[in-house]
């Protein structure tokens, strides 16, 4: 890695001490003072230093991958610590880019949750697939930013074909269409200010969602503007599925009382526990009551794509809009998700706003520019990544790795059900299995089950492999696997459980 450019004439020199090539200036008078408009920057490097530079990187990448099933699905580390390590101001000059590289490789990055892991079960996980991975390298370095069809037309026909793609497996009619979002939280944000324009933004709006929604609901009716007393939480039934009758109820109460229901959302599997709202009654619902449905699918809605999974979500295609997480079960790297709306044209009437600036930008009927269609106006290229990925591995091999998740899931709850150790918290409806210590016959009561679980999450998580984590269940405590990883087998799944039975006796002792 001996070359360098000069940056006053922009030629390529060998660094002193490899000799200079017949390019190159006799002297270096590289240095800020002396650079012109006209010279290079010092922000670039080689050809030949760019490639060792990725090729040290990628080895550092394959390197971790290959090592991961024999490493724990979490590192972390105090505060104190990593700012020691971390904190300070930005250097005036720079230091020898594999020193970096190393530095963010062995010391940076491995300070987080590998929700890659074979063994990562908590919260809810993804698995890139490589030619995502590489995806996401190649779209920062060619700069793409899907904006405008302008600025990006290739990008841009991808990304309809891939919100195509999705809008065959959701069961939408031609006219259906959407975007790409950063994830489930952006594109609950989109979907409710276009169900609000909808409804033309009336005074006293209000949305409504079961109380095993997302978070993200909460925030993204805040974000729009709805008041406290419009964000309505209807009671879940035993399975934590919306109730029918209190959600009718709460509207009808509402109504009454002024205010103004502007959207419905849905659960396509909750994140506590997977499970799926009566898509079919509340689609009913919404068409006679000419109200938004939004279906939450960013975990569950790529079950989809298998014979099984669309029998689950069946409804989903009737909603408004649908919310779904390539980089949760369709195995990208952060970030992708996605919004479809059954009528794209709802979309575009919420979000285009005309600005002089890019008034150059226009192409016209059928190019649409993506940012008409969202919160973003700079944009990366999501696309290329699920594009990429299913272009090289095929559907076949998709539906085999989601269904896995559903068979893995159903696997571990049969092991939940057998253990005399073990209680089921919910029937499992997707991927996600919620359990707890509970021995037959030793009777404790809740604290004491709670006090046994919350120490079993502990041991688990200083002390195996696995990553777990916890939901509250009916007030209960529940431990709870998500399993969706591609390369998860039924081993890791079952040493999992055998060590939280172990971990679980030992609490008792
Ligand atoms: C059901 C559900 N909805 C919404 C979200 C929010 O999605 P994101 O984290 O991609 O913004 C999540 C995240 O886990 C989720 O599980």
């Given at each position: 890695?001996?070359?360098?450019?000069?940056?006053?004439?922009?030629?390529?020199?060998?660094?002193?001490?490899?000799?200079?090539?017949?390019?190159?200036?006799?002297?270096?008078?590289?240095?800020?003072?002396?650079?012109?408009?006209?010279?290079?920057?010092?922000?670039?490097?080689?050809?030949?230093?760019?490639?060792?530079?990725?090729?040290?990187?990628?080895?550092?990448?394959?390197?971790?991958?290959?090592?991961?099933?024999?490493?724990?699905?979490?590192?972390?580390?105090?505060?104190?610590?990593?700012?020691?390590?971390?904190?300070?101001?930005?250097?005036?000059?720079?230091?020898p880019?594999?020193?970096?590289?190393?530095?963010?490789?062995?010391?940076?990055?491995?300070?987080?949750?590998?929700?890659?892991?074979?063994?990562?079960?908590?919260?809810?996980?993804?698995?890139?697939?490589?030619?995502?991975?590489?995806?996401?390298?190649?779209t920062?370095?060619?700069?793409?930013?899907?904006?405008?069809?302008?600025?990006?037309?290739?990008?841009?026909?991808?990304?309809?074909?891939?919100?195509?793609?999705?809008?065959?497996?959701?069961?939408?009619?031609d006219?259906?269409?959407?975007?790409?979002?950063?994830?489930?939280?952006?594109?609950?944000?989109?979907?409710?200010?276009?169900?609000?324009?909808?409804?033309?933004?009336?005074?006293?709006?209000?949305?409504?969602?079961?109380?095993?929604?997302?978070?993200?609901?909460?925030?993204?009716?805040?974000?729009?503007?709805?008041?406290?007393?419009g964000?309505?939480?209807?009671?879940?039934?035993?399975?934590?599925?919306?109730?029918m009758?209190?959600?009718?109820?709460a509207?009808?109460?509402?109504?009454?009382?002024?205010?103004?229901?502007?959207?419905?959302?849905?659960?396509?599997?909750?994140?506590?526990?997977?499970?799926?709202?009566?898509?079919?009654?509340?689609?009913?619902?919404?068409?006679?009551?000419?109200?938004?449905?939004?279906?939450?699918?960013?975990?569950?809605?790529?079950?989809?794509?298998?014979?099984?999974?669309?029998?689950?979500?069946?409804?989903?295609?009737?909603?408004?809009?649908?919310?779904?997480?390539?980089?949760?079960?369709?195995?990208?790297?952060?970030?992708?998700?996605?919004?479809?709306v059954?009528?794209?044209t709802?979309?575009?009437?919420?979000?285009?706003?005309?600005?002089?600036?890019?008034?150059d930008?226009?192409?016209?009927?059928?190019?649409?520019?993506?940012?008409?269609?969202?919160?973003?106006?700079?944009?990366?290229?999501?696309?290329l990544?699920?594009?990429?990925?299913?272009?090289?591995?095929?559907?076949?091999?998709?539906?085999?790795?989601?269904?896995?998740?559903?068979?893995?899931?159903?696997?571990?709850?049969?092991?939940?059900?057998?253990?005399?150790?073990?209680?089921?918290?919910?029937?499992?409806?997707?991927?996600?299995v919620?359990?707890?210590?509970?021995?037959?016959?030793?009777?404790l009561?809740?604290?004491?089950?709670?006090?046994?679980?919350?120490?079993?999450?502990?041991h688990?998580?200083?002390?195996?492999?696995?990553?777990i984590?916890?939901?509250?269940?009916?007030?209960?405590?529940?431990?709870?696997?998500?399993?969706?990883?591609?390369?998860?087998?039924?081993?890791?799944?079952?040493?999992?459980?055998?060590?939280?039975?172990?971990?679980g006796?030992?609490?008792?002792?």
């Amino acid at each position: 890695m001996g070359m360098e450019y000069d940056r006053q004439s922009c030629k390529r020199y060998k660094k002193p001490g490899n000799g200079m090539d017949q390019d190159s200036n006799e002297t270096d008078t590289r240095g800020a003072s002396q650079v012109s408009a006209e010279s290079c920057s010092d922000l670039q490097m080689t050809p030949e230093q760019m490639l060792d530079l990725a090729h040290r990187a990628i080895e550092l990448v394959i390197e971790r991958i290959e090592k991961l099933p024999q490493e724990g699905a979490w590192d972390g580390e105090f505060k104190q610590e990593l700012e020691d390590q971390l904190m300070g101001l930005p250097p005036e000059l720079g230091r020898p880019a594999e020193e970096v590289l190393e530095q963010a490789a062995r010391k940076i990055l491995p300070m987080a949750s590998r929700h890659d892991h074979p063994r990562s079960f908590a919260f809810i996980p993804t698995s890139p697939t490589w030619p995502g991975v590489l995806a996401e390298f190649m779209t920062a370095a060619y700069a793409v930013n899907t904006a405008t069809w302008l600025t990006a037309s290739g990008p841009s026909q991808v990304e309809l074909a891939v919100i195509d793609w999705f809008r065959r497996w959701v069961g939408y009619p031609d006219g259906a269409g959407g975007l790409l979002t950063s994830g489930g939280s952006s594109a609950s944000v989109n979907a409710l200010v276009a169900a609000r324009e909808n409804a033309d933004n009336p005074q006293r709006a209000a949305v409504y969602m079961s109380d095993q929604s997302h978070s993200a609901h909460i925030r993204a009716a805040r974000i729009i503007g709805i008041r406290p007393e419009g964000i309505r939480m209807i009671a879940s039934d035993e399975h934590y599925r919306l109730d029918m009758e209190a959600l009718v109820r709460a509207v009808m109460q509402d109504r009454e009382q002024g205010l103004s229901p502007i959207a419905i959302c849905a659960n396509a599997g909750t994140s506590s526990t997977g499970a799926i709202d009566p898509l079919e009654a509340m689609a009913e619902f919404c068409e006679q009551e000419g109200i938004w449905l939004h279906v939450d699918a960013a975990y569950g809605g790529f079950a989809v794509v298998t014979d099984v999974g669309k029998q689950r979500l069946r409804g989903m295609e009737r909603a408004d809009s649908v919310g779904m997480d390539a980089h949760k079960w369709f195995f990208q790297p952060y970030e992708v998700g996605s919004l479809l709306v059954k009528d794209v044209t709802t979309l575009e009437k919420a979000f285009a706003v005309r600005h002089d600036v890019l008034q150059d930008t226009i192409w016209g009927a059928n190019h649409p520019n993506f940012s008409d269609r969202g919160l973003q106006l700079s944009r990366s290229f999501r696309a290329l990544k699920v594009w990429m990925s299913v272009q090289t591995f095929g559907m076949a091999a998709f539906r085999r790795a989601v269904s896995k998740g559903l068979e893995l899931a159903e696997r571990a709850e049969e092991f939940v059900r057998e253990s005399p150790d073990l209680e089921l918290m919910n029937p499992v409806s997707l991927s996600i299995v919620c359990f707890r210590i509970n021995p037959a016959g030793a009777g404790l009561d809740e604290d004491a089950l709670e006090k046994v679980n919350r120490a079993v999450l502990a041991h688990m998580f200083w002390d195996s492999p696995a990553l777990i984590s916890s939901t509250t269940l009916s007030g209960k405590f529940s431990l709870r696997l998500c399993i969706l990883n591609y390369t998860t087998r039924w081993k890791d799944v079952k040493e999992t459980l055998e060590a939280i039975v172990r971990f679980g006796r030992e609490a008792q002792s």
